[in-house]
Every structure is written in C-alpha cells, then in structure tokens.
C-alpha cells in the first residue's frame, strides 16, 4: 500500500505541531508589532519634519499674520499641504502654535476625497483649550509635554501616542524655523494606527490558526524519516533544475523519481512541464519575430503617415498674408485623423480637417484615400458641395470596411477675405475675430462622407478679416477622458483657447494640448487628437499685381 506524502506528514507532526502553536505565534506577533510601531513612529517624525522644511518662512509669516488666511500665501501653503496629505495618507495635517493651556489653529487640513469630515475642520485663527480637547487625564498630559518642548524650541524625539474617543493614533510635531532660528509655528502630523492595530490583531489571530504547522520539534524526532521521503527526493530535483537554469539548455532534459508518492508526481509533473516548455520556447521564439516585423511595419507606417500630412513649418514662409499651423497625436502608432492646407491658386488656400471612423491601419488606409480624393477635387472656382458631393460619391464605390469620414473644408480667398466652407457631420470651428474672443460658429453639419451613396452638401461662407482666425479641430480634443470618466468637452477647449488668444497658432496649439494633458492625467488616449489654426494676417494685392 503507498502512502501520499500529505498522510505521512499529518500522522508525524500532528502531537508534536500543537506543543509550538502558541510559542511561536506570539514570539512572531511581538516581533511584527515592534517593527510596525518603529516603523510608524520613523514615519511620522521624518514626515512632519520634511513638510516643515517645505514650507517658505514668509509665507508663514504672511499666514500667521492678521488675516492670513487671506494671502497668497495661505493658499500656496494649503495646496502644498493637501498634496503632502493625499501622497502621504495622513489623517491630519496642521499648522498650529500652543501655548500654557491652549492651541491656536491656522492651517487645518480637510480633504473629503479622504473621507474628511468637512464640517469638523478647524476654522483659521481657532484657539482650543486643551481641556476641551482632551478625553481623559491622559490626553491632557500629553498636551502638556507638547507644550513644554514647543516652549523649550525642542522637537520630540518620539511620537505622542493617544488611544481614546478620536482613535489610536501617533502624533508627530515639527517646529518651524525662521532665517535666525526662532521658532515661528509647528507642523502637526497625526497617523490613525487603527489599521495597523487591527492588522496585528488579525496577524495574531491568523498565527493561531495555522501555527499548528509549526513543526520544528517534530523534525528533530523525525529526522533521518523526512530526509529518506522528502528532502533526498527534492534535493535530487533541486539540483536538476540548477544544472538546467545554469546552462540553459532545456531540450530533452527529464528525471526519474521513485518515491510512491507526491514528489514522484511532482517529478513527473516537472518532466511534462520541460516538454511544454521545449514546445513554448519554439513558439515564442516564431510570436517574437512575428510581432518585432508587425512592429517594425507600424513604424514605417507611422513615419509614412506623418509624412504625408503637412509638417513643416512655417509652412509658406514667403506668403505674409496668413499664418498657419497644425497638428496630430494619433492613439496608437497610426491613426485616422488628418489635416490639410494647400494653396488652391496664388489667392486662395485650403483648410482640411476630418475624422475617420475607426482606428489602426484600416483607418489610416483610408484616410489616405480620403485626403487625396479631397485635395485632388479642390479646383479655383469649384464650389466646396460639389467637392464634398463628388468625394462622398467615390467613397462610397469603395468602402467594403463599412468606414466613414467626418470633413470640414474651408478655403480662403487672400483678396476679398471670402472663406468658403463644407461641414460633413464634423465639429464646429472656433471663430476669433480681432480684439474678442474664441466663439464656436454654428454651422450645420451635412452628412457623414462615405455614409450613403447620392447625398448632396452645401456650402455656407463667412468673411474674414485680418487678424480673425479660425481654429478647427477633431472629437478627440472635447472627448478626451480623465480617469474620472469626464469628457474635456467645449467649454474648457474655448477657455483655454481665450485664455491664448494673444498667442500665434504655433505658440496656442501647443498650448491647448498640454491644457488637455493637464486634464486627461494618467487616463489613457483612447483618440487622435488633431487641431489646426489659420490666421488672416492682411489682404492680398496680387489680383492688382496681374491687372497690370
């Protein structure tokens, strides 16, 4: 009859395992409770000392002042101290001065993301007796010690410890030092250690229990038993698996063990897993190169993309009657947005912006084919409807994928200052006229190109004068999402846009994309970002040029 290694191992250390049960967990509970308060007690003192050596000793001296609470400073101090707070997990954080009998309040940190109690902040320039603050003899006293260093311009070398009403908690305080050295204020760190406490006790509880494992005097009986059945048998495969990690070979490597039991089908197992993994390294080695040639592709891809989008800038240095730039942040290595600009004849030039559905290199692909139909479709003359009805058209013939693009097409004549336009289901500009603001211009949008076959678009036209600008973008910008889930939407994109106005497009593009990060954080890109901006600098005299 063959024993399995689990009955072997119950029947021999079941007496003994009990005998080292509760030795063992309280020596390890006593010894992880020493660590965790050091470690805490370490916290909290560098913590306090550290935000206290953050701090300027002038905006303190402005915060501490009359109606300080008012100043720059009050708020530079807050806002630095919320971050310290939210980074560091602390309970409560303050500014405070204590005197004989009471201490003064004029930094109190409440943060509700942080399950703070809003209605229990300390108000600005609150004086608290200590005995309304205290819940017992005890706690007055450790008042009392506050006091009695803060008096002698001495820190304490060790953290107050209170475990009453508000809590187990450690309390750290850290004195704040002027240019001579003159104690202006001081930091209170307080640390709620309930968790830590609760942790121990449910360290404790869980040692308990599985503290009858514990076999150490057993294996002094049993010896020469275990070795025989377990650490002979896993020593032999120990070393197997060395000699395979040290040389790296693991093509038809096997061993036999002859045990009767768990570790004879550990063994086994482990021959099964050194043919699967001669079987895995073959094919990862075809997955790698595959992915390191579809990745090298995407890069070509990307460069192939970029390349085909106008980049260079400025982009007719020698034409001085507008300005305008233009840029795209694809969300993966190649994407579906793109933009345009061309001169259509020596008085008027082009704007394209549109948005294809979907992303990847199906998207891109056709983008391309959709950029080229627009462009080569744009005559002098040409009204921009039947352009856009022409391109849909075609679109249209070949769009198996089922893709569809959203376009705005706009063109400038330099003379008159016309700007002609075409809005197939895409955003609405922003128009800047000289001296005001960033206005979205309603323009209502036609129907999706490539959506349906017959569909005709009309076109509408403003006029622009020097110094208007027309600032056109794709859904990726007023969609773009933070880790909240909130969407960047309109109204911050024409808030920054107005808060740059003064900017030239090279300057204000850069801009709106890092007020977008700004917003988007950490949260990943999940669309293209595109956005192009042309300024009216002054009107054309080439018409008189060639009258003449």
């Known amino acids: ?40 007690a370490t916290r909290v003192l560098t913590g306090s000392r550290s935000i206290a050596d953050m701090l300027d000793t002038d905006d303190v001296r402005a915060i501490l002042a009359e109606d300080g609470e008012k100043s720059e400073a009050y708020a530079r101090i807050v806002s630095m101290m919320e971050t310290q707070k939210m980074d560091g997990e602390i309970t409560y954080l303050s500014i405070t001065i204590p005197d004989e009998d009471s201490v003064t309040f004029y930094v109190d940190i409440c943060l509700p993301e942080m399950g703070d109690d809003p209605d229990a902040q300390i108000a600005y320039g609150s004086d608290i007796l200590y005995t309304d603050a205290a819940s017992d003899e005890n706690d007055l006293k450790n008042y009392e010690i506050i006091w009695d260093a803060y008096s002698k311009s001495e820190e304490l070398t060790e953290p107050v410890i209170t475990d009453n009403d508000y809590g187990y908690n450690y309390t750290a305080l850290a004195l ?52 025989r059945v ?206 005001e603001g960033y206005e979205p211009y309603k323009i209502r949008p036609g129907f999706v190109l490539a959506g349906m076959e017959g569909m005709r678009y009309r076109a509408g036209s403003i006029t622009l004068e020097p110094g208007d600008r027309i600032f056109q973008y794709t859904d990726g910008v007023t969609e773009a999402t933070n880790a909240d889930e909130e969407l960047y939407g309109m109204e911050r994109l024409g808030a920054v846009l107005n808060r740059c106005r003064d900017l030239s497009p090279e300057e204000l593009l850069p801009e709106v994309k890092a007020d977008i ?8 890109q999940f669309d293209d970002i595109t956005m192009l901006c042309l300024e009216v600098k002054e009107r054309s005299s080439l018409h008189r040029v060639n009258s003449n």
């Open 176 to 227: 704040i030092y002027d240019e001579d050295g003159q104690v202006l204020a001081e930091i209170q760190y307080i640390l709620d250690m309930g968790e830590v406490r609760e942790h121990l006790n449910s360290f404790l509880r869980n040692m308990l229990l599985i503290a009858f494992a514990v076999v150490a005097l057993a294996l002094l009986s049993y010896i020469f038993f275990v070795r």
């Open 1 to 40: 009859m063959r024993w399995k290694l689990l009955p072997k191992f119950i029947l021999s250390l079941a007496v003994m395992g009990a005998l080292l049960t509760v030795a063992v967990s309280f020596f390890s509970y006593e010894n992880s409770k020493t660590y965790l308060e050091d470690m805490y």
């Open 230 to 435: 377990v650490t002979t048998p896993i020593g032999k495969l120990a070393a197997f698996t060395r000699e395979i990690t040290n040389s790296g070979k693991f093509g038809n490597q096997r061993i036999a063990i002859r045990t009767g039991d768990e570790i004879e089908e550990l063994g086994n197992s482990f021959n099964f897993m050194m043919e699967e993994l001669e079987n895995y390294i073959a094919n990862l080695s075809k997955v790698t190169a595959e992915k390191e040639r579809i990745g090298a592709e995407l890069d070509i891809a990307a460069h192939i993309q970029a390349s085909m989008l106008p980049c260079i800038f400025p982009a007719f240095p020698s034409r001085k009657e507008f300005d305008v730039f233009a840029t795209m942040t694809p969300a993966k290595e190649v994407g579906g947005d793109f933009y345009d600009f061309f001169m259509v004849d020596d008085t008027h030039i082009a704007i394209v912006m549109a948005d294809v559905s979907g992303k990847g290199v199906p998207a891109a692909l056709f983008m391309v084919i959709g950029k080229t139909l627009i462009k080569d479709h744009t005559f002098p003359g040409r009204d921009l409807g039947e352009v856009f009805t022409q391109v849909n058209n075609l679109l249209c013939e070949s769009n198996s994928e089922g893709l569809f693009i959203t376009a705005f097409e706009g063109v400038l004549d330099l003379v008159t200052g016309e700007f002609s336009f075409v809005n197939a289901g895409h955003e609405m500009p922003f128009i800047c006229r000289k001296g």
């Open 517 to 524: 990060d700004r917003f988007v954080g950490s949260a990943p």
